[in-house]
Every structure is written in C-alpha cells, then in structure tokens.
C-alpha cells in the first residue's frame, strides 16, 4: 500500500514504464498523465496529480525509479505572498516544514494592526495511524471510505517573542469554529472529526531555552 492505494509489482512496472517511454516529459506531466491512466481522483471527481507526484517522490527516495530533474519550482508555490506561512514554518518551528502536498488548509494569525502572531496548518490525515486508527474502532474499507471527514492539525506555531497568556487556546478555538465551513468551500466534503492532537500542542522557544505547552480545552 502507498499513497492510500494498492501498490505492487505491476504498478510499479507500468510506471518505470511510463519513464522510459516519456523520458523528456517534466515530473509535472508524469504526475498528471500516471493520475489519468489509473483514474485516480478525489470524490469531487478532481484528479489526484499531487498524490501521484507524492507517490513518485517516494518511489525516487526508495530507488526504485528514477526520476528526471525539476524543472521549476513547485506549482503549489505559485502566486504566494512574499511574507507566507511555509517559510514562517520552516524559519521557526522545531519540525521544519516543506512545500504543502494534497488537501490543505494554512491561516495566518495577527493581531487588530496585521502584525503576524503566528500560523496554522491543516491537511488531509496519514493513510494509517494505529493509534488513531484504535480509537476510532473502524476496519479497512471503513477507513477507505471515510478517511476524507479526517483533518488534521500538522503545524501550529506561536512565535517566540509573542507573550499573550492564552493565546494558543484562543487562536484553536477561533480556528476550529471556521475550519469547517473553509474546508468544505475549499473541498467540497464536510469535516465530521478534526484530530484531537490538535487540542494540545507544545511549541519551543526560537532560542531553544525552553518548550511551554497550551492545553485547547
């Protein structure tokens, strides 16, 4: 299993087929072309060429294909603002991040004069998380059918110098009650779980002096 699907042998010979006879084509094309031969798509119909390329990513990091160089820079990225929340992130939260893959949804927080607080990202959750998984109580095909109601909260960031008692709290719950109806605008199916890890989040300090936790209640 990868990327949500079945994945064996035959898969993985039509795809290093698909390399050696379109050799010149961008890791873009290829994305989008192996999306439309297997007819991969979202339930809103929408073709799933960002699960390919993340599918083909990982392959690469395996060393079972090779794929040709970048040409440009992620088309996620296009059309950013100057000042965005994947750099925020990568600057000055502890886990780094990377260019945003498949169903996300970022926020900016800043105070009444527009000055940056912090950020928030949520996204579409891990095919598998036994934990998660436990708690829930559902079997294979349950979560096949259902995994798209599941968002999760994969960062959220308080920047260091910002000293506001509660804020963390009050930034998640503003969130929570908006993240649905944006999601659904953005997307298409309604959210019925947001991940419960969301609720209580540690950041560390810029500095590395120290860690404090905010519980979302």
Not at 146 to 151: P, R, T
């Amino acid at each position: 299993m990868l990327q949500g699907r079945p994945f064996g042998p035959e898969a993985l010979a039509q795809i290093q087929a698909l390399l050696r006879q379109q050799s010149d084509w961008s890791r873009y094309r290829l994305s989008r072309e192996l999306a439309r031969l297997w007819n991969w798509r979202t339930p809103q119909g929408q073709r799933k060429d960002m699960a390919a390329r993340t599918l083909l990513l990982k392959l690469q990091g395996r060393g079972w294909i090779e794929l040709p160089p970048p040409r440009r820079k992620s088309p996620t990225r296009s059309g950013r603002a100057p000042v965005s929340v994947g750099p925020a992130l990568h600057q000055h939260h502890y886990l780094g991040y990377r260019s945003r893959v498949g169903q996300n949804l970022p926020y900016w927080v800043g105070d009444k004069q527009g000055r940056p607080l912090g950020c928030l990202v949520f996204g579409a959750p891990a095919w598998q998380c036994a934990a998660r998984d436990r708690w829930i109580g559902w079997e294979a095909a349950q979560r096949a059918r259902q995994l798209g109601g599941i968002v999760n909260n994969t960062r959220f960031l308080i920047f260091a110098w910002v000293r506001v008692p509660h804020l963390a709290s009050h930034v998640l719950g503003l969130v929570r009650r908006r993240l649905g109806r944006d999601w659904q605008q953005k997307y298409g199916p309604p959210i019925w779980w947001l991940n419960p890890a969301a609720a209580r989040r540690t950041w560390r300090t810029h500095d590395g002096s120290g860690d404090f936790t905010d519980s979302g209640g």
